[in-house]
């Protein structure tokens, strides 16, 4: 990363179990599919030396199970769960983006359609150009150092899936 960039990494948890009777959303877990694809998305974030300085993570249990298997890989990064990244619009994962302004590095871990619209939102100023962002995928947006995290701001950087 150069010194007058910062990035923001936005991981979408990877593939989940279907809700089983009486289970809630919130606990849902990683299919051994997702758990695959958890592990190469940390793979590939240590093969192109994007390590967060931190991570906020949605608390659902398909995002902390994503979230672990990457860090399996990657190894430990300062992270923090944030209840606001679940079911969040993309002006709230913005504002919190946008409270980090001071890290090199941030990774949000969460869910669509916000992450994808956020994505969408901080590159081409329109949040409904999204393409879609599959699960396990990792966008790689890149700001100037102390630019806020507005509209068209970024650029995308890197955009992976499994």
Same mark, same amino acid.
């Given at each position: 990363?150069?010194?007058?960039?910062?990035?923001?990494?936005?991981?979408?948890?990877?593939?989940?179990?279907?809700?089983?009777?009486?289970?809630?959303?919130?606990?849902?877990?990683?299919?051994?599919?997702?758990?695959?694809?958890?592990?190469?998305?940390?793979?590939?974030?240590?093969?192109?030396?994007?390590?967060?300085?931190?991570?906020?993570?949605?608390?659902?249990?398909?995002?902390? !199970?994503? @979230?672990? +298997?990457? $860090?399996?890989?990657?190894?430990?990064? =300062?992270? /923090?769960?944030? %209840?606001?990244?679940?079911? &969040?619009?993309?002006?709230?994962?913005?504002?919190?983006?946008?409270?980090?302004?001071?890290?090199?590095?941030?990774?949000?871990?969460?869910?669509?359609?916000?992450? !994808?619209? @956020?994505? +969408?939102? $901080?590159?081409?100023?329109?949040?409904? =150009?999204? /393409?879609?962002? %599959?699960?396990?995928?990792? &966008?790689?947006?890149?700001?100037?150092?102390?630019?806020?995290?507005?509209?068209?701001?970024?650029?995308?950087?890197?955009?992976?899936?499994?």
């Amino acid at each position: 990363m150069a010194i007058d960039t910062r990035d923001i990494l936005l991981l979408r948890h990877a593939h989940a179990e279907a809700a089983g009777p009486g289970q809630a959303d919130l606990d849902r877990p990683l299919s051994p599919e997702g758990q695959a694809e958890a592990e190469a998305a940390g793979r590939w974030l240590l093969e192109h030396r994007l390590l967060p300085d931190l991570v906020l993570c949605s608390p659902a249990r398909r995002t902390r !199970e994503t @979230l672990e +298997a990457v $860090l399996a890989v990657i190894g430990y990064v =300062d992270q /923090r769960l944030e %209840p606001a990244i679940y079911d &969040a619009t993309p002006g709230t994962l913005a504002a919190l983006a946008d409270g980090h302004r001071d890290l090199g590095r941030l990774m949000l871990v969460g869910h669509n359609p916000g992450l !994808e619209r @956020l994505a +969408a939102l $901080l590159h081409s100023g329109q949040s409904g =150009d999204y /393409r879609g962002m %599959p699960p396990g995928a990792i &966008a790689h947006l890149r700001l100037p150092v102390g630019a806020e995290v507005e509209p068209g701001a970024a650029s995308l950087a890197d955009f992976w899936w499994p």
